[in-house]
């Protein structure tokens, strides 16, 4: 169903740090009503979880594939998670 709930981790390559990427996409997730967190790795890379609605929680993975305007995405890997109830998105 549309609605039911999802959890994706998703990690995404490319020219993705220092580009507001993270802030972009929280503001993104927020916008569709999509709790989770978002990250810079150590190898360069940013990982984020996203958890809500599924079509909300598709919606921003569409964006996490090209990113904001400054990034380059290369590479975007998700696995899906069971759904652990988080609310509010957090840039860590």
């Known amino acids: 169903m549309a609605d ?3 959890r ?4 995404v390559r490319g ?6 990427f993270r802030d972009s996409t929280r503001e993104r997730a927020r916008a569709h009503g999509v709790s ?5 790795r150590a190898d360069g890379a940013v990982e984020a ?8 929680v598709e919606r921003v993975l569409r964006f996490l594939a090209t990113g904001p305007p400054r990034a380059q995405v ?3 890997e998700i696995s ?3 759904p652990m109830g ?3 998105f957090e840039v860590r």
């Not at 994706?8 to 990690?11: D, G």
């Not at 989770?36 to 810079?40: A, K, L, P």
């Not at 979880?49 to 909300?56: C, I, K, S």
Request: no cysteine; hydrophobic share 35%; proline share 6%.
């Open 4 to 6: 039911e709930p999802t």
């Open 80 to 82: 899906e998670e069971k």
């Open 74 to 76: 290369g590479e975007v």
């Open 8 to 11: 994706r981790r998703v990690i």
């Open 49 to 56: 979880v996203l958890e809500g609605p599924r079509d909300a």
């Open 15 to 20: 020219r993705v740090q220092g580009v507001f």
């Open 86 to 88: 988080l609310s509010g």
């Open 36 to 40: 989770g967190w978002v990250s810079n």
